[in-house]
């Protein structure tokens, strides 16, 4: 497979202090099945929906401390190391330098200005998600953060992404784009989010219905945080997971309604 355009969502992971519960929880609520955990590295254990590999659960590091459960997103990079570097010249921090991970490609961890956490991936003989847009898979992000002025100029520095402003709203919500292709959004946590709370990617998985799989993360014991609403997208949720990890569920054939307009910004 050809290399995705630089910044294109690629892959996305989460720690968890109890592996065994995080498989039990997104197997219930998203179908998915795992693989065998690879020992060589931290005991990393990928995720499957009708077997091809969608995400990815792993313990924390001996000595790490078990930390706060979160999904990590990771951008696709031609050269990781060159991306770092436009990292470090965006006002981005490096949270784990570039480093190779076997045949199967090399990744690095950092945050924008504002704290947002995500990853690259170079890929190797893993080029990331194998479904996507399809029940039981990734389908959509958003930097949702306390600093868009900052997200909005880091990010575009870093990938070339273009840029686009949802007008008539009163949410400040931006699109990033590679050429005519939406990949990320970009939106401001308004005042009712706690101030605990930090900013970060919001990840959505797609479901086959929103509801009954809002029902299915109750029962598994997760935390509706918002929603389910309808939108010009999809019918769609966010959650807190038993372990503290958030995330969104949406569900594409149920949108209404029409696209709001956008327009291009500098």
């Not at 190391?81 to 076997?102: D, F, N, S, Y």
């Not at 919001?202 to 997760?222: I, L």
Request: with cysteine; charged share 15%; proline share 8%.
């Amino acid at each position: 497979m050809a290399a995705q355009p630089e910044g294109t969502p690629v892959w996305a992971d989460a720690m968890f202090t109890d592996l065994e519960g995080a498989k039990s929880f997104y197997g219930s609520v998203l179908g998915w099945t795992f693989g065998e955990s690879s020992t060589e590295y931290g005991n990393y254990t990928q995720a499957y929906r009708d077997g091809r590999a969608v995400a990815a659960i792993v313990p924390p590091m001996p000595g790490q401390g078990p930390g706060q459960s979160a999904w990590v997103l990771y951008l696709a990079s031609v050269d990781v190391e060159a991306t770092a570097e436009r990292i470090r010249a965006a006002g981005g921090t490096l949270l784990l330098e570039p480093m190779k991970v076997g045949t199967f490609g090399s990744m690095a961890l950092a945050k924008d200005p504002g704290g947002v956490v995500f990853g690259i991936w170079q890929g190797g003989e893993h080029t990331g998600f194998a479904l996507r847009d399809a029940p039981g898979s990734y389908g959509w992000a958003e930097v949702f953060t306390r600093d868009p002025a900052a997200a909005n100029t880091f990010f575009p520095k870093v990938f070339s992404y273009g840029v686009r402003k949802v007008v008539d709203t009163n949410v400040d919500y931006r699109v990033f784009t590679i050429g005519d292709t939406p990949v990320l959004g970009s939106m401001a946590m308004t005042p009712e989010v706690p101030t605990q709370v930090p900013s970060f990617i919001s990840v959505y998985f797609v479901v086959d219905g929103c509801d009954a799989a809002v029902a299915r993360v109750a029962e598994a014991g997760g935390r509706l945080v918002f929603g389910p609403i309808t939108t010009p997208f999809g019918r769609f949720a966010s959650f807190v997971d038993p372990q503290g990890a958030a995330f969104s569920l949406i569900d594409p054939s149920a949108a209404e309604g029409e696209p709001p307009a956008t327009v291009e910004v500098a």
